[in-house]
C-alpha cells in the first residue's frame, strides 16, 4: 500500500523549532520530488518546500526561506522540513506529498498542490504564547 506518513508536529512557541517527518512505505522515494504544504484554517493550501530525489534541488515559498530546510534520508525513505524561528503565521496543517519526476510539467509548478499526487493525512502545527 503507498502511504506517506507524516509526524512531528505540535504546540511550540514563536521563535521555537519543530521537525516534521514525512515517511514514505509501499514505494521508494527514487525518482520523485517530495513536498511539504500547509493549510490553515479558512486558507488554500499552499506550497511551503520541495525536493528533488534525484539530484537534491530545493525550492522554498519566499515566506519561509532562511528559516526552514528540507532534506531527505533515502535510507529511511523520509523526507524532513526542519522549521526553526516559527511564526504564529505558520500555524497550519503541513502536508507531504509527491509526484514522479517525469511527471513534472515545470519547475514553476514544483510549489502548487496540484502538481502532486500522492498526498499524507497531515500533521498540525501550533505556534503560539
Known amino acids: 500500500q503507498v502511504q506517506l506518513v507524516e509526524s512531528g508536529g505540535g504546540l511550540v512557541q514563536p521563535g521555537g523549532s519543530l521537525r516534521l517527518s514525512c515517511a514514505a512505505s509501499g514505494f521508494t522515494l527514487d525518482n520523485y520530488v517530495i513536498g511539504w504544504f500547509r493549510q490553515a484554517p479558512g486558507k488554500e493550501r499552499e506550497g511551503v518546500s520541495c525536493?528533488?530525489?534525484?539530484?537534491?534541488?530545493?525550492y522554498y515559498a519566499n515566506f519561509v526561506k532562511g528559516r526552514f530546510t528540507i532534506s531527505m534520508d533515502n535510507a529511511k525513505n523520509t523526507v524532513y522540513l526542519q522549521m526553526n524561528s516559527l511564526k504564529p503565521e505558520d500555524t497550519a496543517v503541513y502536508y507531504c506529498?509527491?509526484?514522479?519526476?517525469?511527471?513534472?510539467?515545470?519547475?514553476?509548478?514544483?510549489?502548487?498542490?496540484?502538481?502532486?499526487?500522492?498526498w499524507g493525512q497531515g500533521t498540525q502545527v501550533t505556534v503560539s504564547s
Open positions: 525536493i528533488s530525489s534525484t539530484d537534491r534541488t530545493t
Open positions: 506529498a509527491t509526484v514522479r519526476v517525469p511527471d513534472v510539467r515545470a519547475i514553476q509548478a514544483l510549489l502548487h498542490p496540484p502538481t502532486y499526487d500522492n
